[in-house]
Nanobody, 115 residues
């Protein structure tokens, strides 16, 4: 089994910053893509960002230039640095990892941005 434990998140005012992390543990082989998605109240889930094991990263247009994703392969951990946060970034953020063709999700962490 694979477990993903997220940390970080919380509440911040518009323009502020927050950092999230997600550590994978358990029966881990080689981790492929790691990333983050989010779901705002009453809205469909939204892909936010992904990073490949060689470091190539991709971002949704809504967060490009404001969010940074990184990973520590030795620690099986992915990080999300969020800056210039906006109220529309308010959502539950879920980390996601792909291992040998299977996708695993974290439990989710709340990010709330007030105006």
């Amino acid at each position: 089994q694979v477990q993903l434990v997220e940390s970080g998140g919380g509440s911040v005012q518009s323009g502020g910053s927050l950092n999230l992390s997600c550590a994978a543990s358990g029966s881990i082989g080689r981790i492929g893509v790691m990333g983050w998605s989010r779901q705002a109240p009453g809205k469909a889930p939204e892909w936010v960002t992904s990073i490949h094991n060689i470091g190539t990263a991709y971002f949704a247009d809504a967060v490009k230039g404001r969010f940074t994703i990184s990973r520590d392969n030795a620690a099986n951990t992915v990080f999300l640095q969020m800056t210039s946060l906006k109220p529309e970034d308010t959502a539950v953020y879920y980390c996601r990892v792909e291992i040998l063709g299977s996708t695993y999700w974290g439990q989710g962490t709340q990010v709330t941005v007030s105006s």
